[in-house]
């Protein structure tokens, strides 16, 4: 069974930096392309960015409100995909889901992490 | 990017009753090269993550209970509940992924009446 688990999340206070990891396991992880997806509680949902798995190339792609500010890694060993983001604004307060990807379709999703970005 | 817009933003529905939600995309996502419409639909219950629905515009994705049906091509797609269940509450959001930036319509809440 798939299983995605985010951790990191938390209060930011707004130009810092944040890390989010999303640990993975019932799938082979080193195969996956994974996302990044958020949402502002109550209201609906953002792709922030995805990377493909290592054979095709580890190709990153990013939202335009998110880059420049933002990397996503993978750890393939440890089944860990990562998400670091730096000049955190309010704007980017919200619940930050992984999920998988099989032809650009979402099809697993996390629990989702809360990040609070605020002063 | 593409713009994707869903209506009505919300609808509450008799139990047994039809769910008809539409989603339109500000351009075709209908992909020439397979003929498929890059369309997939989700469903978020309250407190809990999205989960995929149909994908290819009308393909259940599995464990997906029959009553769920998506129909459309090109710009205009509908997701229908034939038979609306207690179960069945939730948002559900059309999704875009013919190119990046994946987009997300605003969502449809349904509600029993």
């Known amino acids: 069974e798939v299983h995605l688990v985010e951790s990191g999340g938390g209060l930011v206070t707004p130009g810092g930096s944040l890390r989010l990891s999303c640990s993975a396991s019932g799938f082979s992880f080193s195969h996956a392309w994974m996302n990044w997806v958020r949402q502002i509680p109550g209201k609906g949902l953002e792709w922030v960015g995805r990377?493909?798995?290592?054979?095709?190339?580890?190709?990153?792609d990013y939202a335009a409100p998110v880059k420049g500010r933002i990397t996503i890694s993978r750890d393939d060993s440890n089944k860990t995909m990562f998400l670091e983001m730096n000049n955190v604004k309010p704007d980017d307060t919200g619940i930050y889901y992984c999920t998988t990807e099989e032809q650009r379709v979402l099809d697993f999703w996390g629990q989702g992490v809360l990040v609070t970005v605020s002063s | 990017d593409i713009v994707m817009t869903q209506s009505p933003d919300s609808l509450a529905v008799s139990l047994g009753e039809r769910a008809t939600i539409n989603c339109k995309s500000s351009q075709s996502v209908l992909h020439t090269s397979n003929n498929k419409n890059n369309l997939a639909w989700y469903q978020q219950k309250p407190g809990q993550s999205p989960k995929l629905v149909i994908y290819w515009a009308s393909t259940r994705e599995s464990g997906v209970p029959d009553r769920f049906s998506g129909s459309g091509s090109g710009t205009d797609f509908t997701l229908t509940i034939s038979s609306l269940q207690a179960e069945d509450v939730a948002i559900y959001y059309c999704q875009q992924y013919y190119t990046l930036p994946l987009t997300f319509g605003g969502g449809t809440r349904v509600e029993i009446k």
């Open positions: 990377i493909k798995s290592k054979t095709n190339g580890g190709t990153r």
